[in-house]
C-alpha cells in the first residue's frame, strides 16, 4: 500500500498541467456555484443539487475528491473532465455575465 502511495507521489509529477488545471476548475466551479446561488441563482444539475446545501458535502465534492483523483490519476486520463468543466465553467460565466447585464 505504501509503495502505491509513492509511486502516485512520483507520478503526480507527470501531467502536473493537466493536475492543476483539473482541480482549479473544480475550485472555479465551487466559487462560481456559490456566488451564484448567493445571487438568488438554483442548481441547475440534479446531482449536485443536494450538495450545495451542505458545505461539507461540497468541499469533499469539488476540493477533497478532485485532488484524490488528480493524486491517483495520470494527467493524460483527466483531459474529458478539464474540457467537460471548461464547458461548465464558461456557462456558469455566461449566466453571471447574463444576470448582471
Known sequence: MLAKLMASAVTFKKGTFEKLTFVFLNLLDMVLTVFALSQGAYELNPLMRAVVNSPFQLYITKIAIPLLLAWL???????????????????NIRELLIFYF
Not at 73 to 82: A, F, N, T, V, Y
Open 73 to 91: 490519476l495520470p494527467g493524460k486520463l483527466l483531459w474529458p473532465s478539464i474540457v467537460l468543466l471548461t464547458f461548465v465553467a464558461g456557462w
